[in-house]
């Protein structure tokens, strides 16, 4: 065969080719045109089914109380869900409320139950207690506990409201017995539908040091407890860092207001604390003997010491007059008898 011809052939075979793709490719865009110019569209393809799935708003540290704003639904393929997910409509968000960490929880992880210690499960007072710490519940009411809007988590300052018995009678007062308290657990459940109140909570757990566990027990007995919720922003903190701290410690209270402190109709309080006296300073005393007679000189603080030498070389028999003189000098003469047995022959 000719090269020529083969030349020829092969040139034909591709003419013919991109003959035919461009054909094709003006056959479809003249359909399209066609199509769309009928109103038929083409259905975009079905999206994949989603569920609702409880994921972590904010990260989430080992021990850290869970607040009803570190949690929120997010959606999830379905085909990509874990059996251990936590799927709206079969839990509610509230059981989760008030849970301690057991691992670190990164923005956007969906929750589990092995991640979290649900409140009033074995091991959640363990889980949650600093260390050296201790666990102590007070009463509260809607009125003592701000209306139902402290949870698990918040720092609270703890007031305490009582009856003063004073020498100018009795006085109500009201005193911070501690500053700064961190909430470990409250006996309420939470209902986030609209239009629906959370319920109140009748005891409330503070996570605080054996010596202010004593303090807040007594306090109890001693009058009534209230509940102050503390800012998260808290600026007039003079430890601002370590009262944001998750893990930091209450302070004791400074402060305190009575009851004449706020209306101007009742009297101040009287001052009851005792004023100290001065100690009276303690004398030396000299024993004068003569024959069967004692005779004892105490001399004053006040006087000086060479009035007790003087009052020691000038004693005389004259026990009256000699006493008489002393106590004019300062002197306190006591005048004693003393015996002698008779000596055996």
């Not at 409509?89 to 649900?118: M, N, Q």
């Not at 109140?200 to 009058?223: D, R, Y």
């Not at 604390?273 to 030396?284: D, E, I, S």
């Not at 000299?286 to 005779?295: A, D, I, Q, S, W």
């Amino acid at each position: 065969m000719n090269s020529k011809r083969v030349v020829f052939l092969l040139l034909a075979v591709i003419v013919a080719g991109l003959t035919a793709f461009m054909a094709r490719a003006w056959l479809q865009s003249e359909r399209a045109a066609v199509m769309a110019q009928a109103g038929v569209r083409r259905e975009a393809p079905a999206p994949a089914p989603t569920l609702q799935v409880l994921v972590a708003r904010t990260p989430v540290h080992t021990g850290q109380i869970v607040k009803p704003d570190d949690l929120r639904w997010q959606s999830w393929p379905e085909g990509s869900l874990a059996p251990t997910y936590v799927v709206e409509g079969k839990r509610p968000l509230s059981d989760f409320v008030g849970a301690v960490a057991r691992v670190p929880i990164d923005a956007g992880e969906p929750i589990s139950e092995g991640k979290l210690v649900l409140s009033g499960t074995r091991g959640f007072m363990a889980a949650v207690l600093q260390p050296g710490a201790r666990a102590v519940s007070v009463p509260v009411t809607a009125t003592s506990a701000v209306s139902g809007f402290i949870y698990a988590g918040d720092r609270v300052d703890v007031l305490l409201t009582h009856v003063l018995n004073t020498p100018g009678g009795q006085h109500n007062a009201t005193e911070t017995v501690l500053r700064n308290a961190r909430v470990i657990a409250m006996d309420q459940k939470l209902d986030f539908s609209p239009g629906d109140k959370p319920d109140i909570a009748k005891t409330a757990t503070l996570e605080l040091t054996p010596k202010q566990s004593e303090i807040v027990t007594l306090a109890v007995k001693m009058g009534d407890l209230s509940l102050v919720l503390r800012s998260l922003q808290d600026v007039d903190t003079p430890n601002r860092e370590q009262a944001a701290d998750e893990n930091a410690p209450a302070i004791a209270g400074d402060s305190y207001t009575q009851d004449a402190q706020v209306s101007r109709l009742i009297p101040q309080i009287p001052d009851s604390t005792p004023k100290t006296q001065a100690a009276k300073p303690v004398g030396q005393a000299v024993f004068v003997l003569r024959g069967t007679n004692r005779l004892k000189v105490e001399i004053d603080g006040t006087a000086s010491g060479s009035g007790g030498d003087a009052a020691t070389a000038d004693a005389a028999p004259a026990g009256e007059t000699k006493a008489a003189e002393d106590k004019q000098n300062g002197h306190r003469v006591v005048p004693f008898t003393r015996t002698i047995p008779s000596s055996q022959q």
